[in-house]
């Protein structure tokens, strides 16, 4: 007898009944998902949260009596492991950003959710960023972008070979962890290749080297 899967267990937070049914009906259709509880209020969220202890949630930004962010803040802050999905209507930079800082994994178009979220909740269990195709060209861009300006080829004509390795990697989401044992040198070492890269690219901030690979990602993975 083969050994039974442990099914992921996703908390649906929205306060519209038809959107809550179509992801319902979306992840009911995959063995390894269930639909574990679901709220239409942050408040009744955070009951469900503590009586059910899911192992994700997916939750709109706009609530009746709270923001998507700040229900997130408030489970973060009781289970730092929980992995979060935002769903949004709109492409907001700033509410894009103020959620990757929080620590979200998943930002996902609402107009797209029905087709993405099990894609979404596969990359994001396994502690990856998972952002819609239709939002990433918009949002994975920094405000303030001193080495995007000259240029991509130009900026990445300042990286050595190892760090470039290192950043076409880190575009296919992939943890410092992963990229060592691919490239078969310690985690440490990897760290000091994306100080480096931040350094010389003049990036800030604990996103901002993974956004800078996504964002440039075709141009990683383009022939020399």
């Known amino acids: 007898m083969g050994e039974s899967i442990q099914a992921i267990r996703v908390m649906l937070v929205d306060d519209h009944p038809l959107f809550r049914q179509g992801l319902r009906i979306a992840l009911g259709s995959q063995p390894e998902l269930l639909v574990a509880g679901e709220a239409s ?3 009744e969220a955070m009951r469900q949260f503590l009586l059910l202890d899911p192992d994700m949630a997916v939750l709109d930004i706009h609530l009746p009596d709270m923001t998507g962010l700040d ?3 408030q489970m973060l802050r009781l289970r730092p492991n929980i992995r979060l999905v935002i769903l949004t209507m709109v492409r907001d930079e700033e509410i894009f950003h103020a959620a990757m800082g929080l620590g ?3 930002y996902v178009l609402k107009e797209s959710a029905e087709d993405e979220i099990v894609d ?3 990359v994001v269990q396994r502690g990856k960023p998972y952002v819609s195709a239709r939002l990433a060209g918009t949002l994975l861009r920094r405000r ?3 080495a995007e300006d000259v240029g991509a080829s130009s900026v990445l004509e300042q990286l050595t070979t190892a760090e470039l390795r290192v950043l076409r990697l880190l575009a296919r989401s992939m943890t410092s962890k992963e990229i060592a044992l691919e490239l078969g040198i310690s ?3 990897i760290e000091a290749h994306r100080a480096n890269i931040g350094s010389k690219l003049g990036l800030r901030g604990s996103h901002s080297l993974l956004r800078f690979a ?3 990602r075709a141009k990683l993975e383009s022939p020399d």
């Open 187 to 189: 985690p440490r070492t």
């Open 104 to 106: 979200v994994l998943g």
């Open 144 to 146: 303030s972008r001193p």
């Open 71 to 73: 229900l997130a803040r």
């Open 214 to 216: 996504l964002s440039h």
């Open 41 to 43: 209020t942050g408040s």
């Open 120 to 122: 979404c909740i596969s």
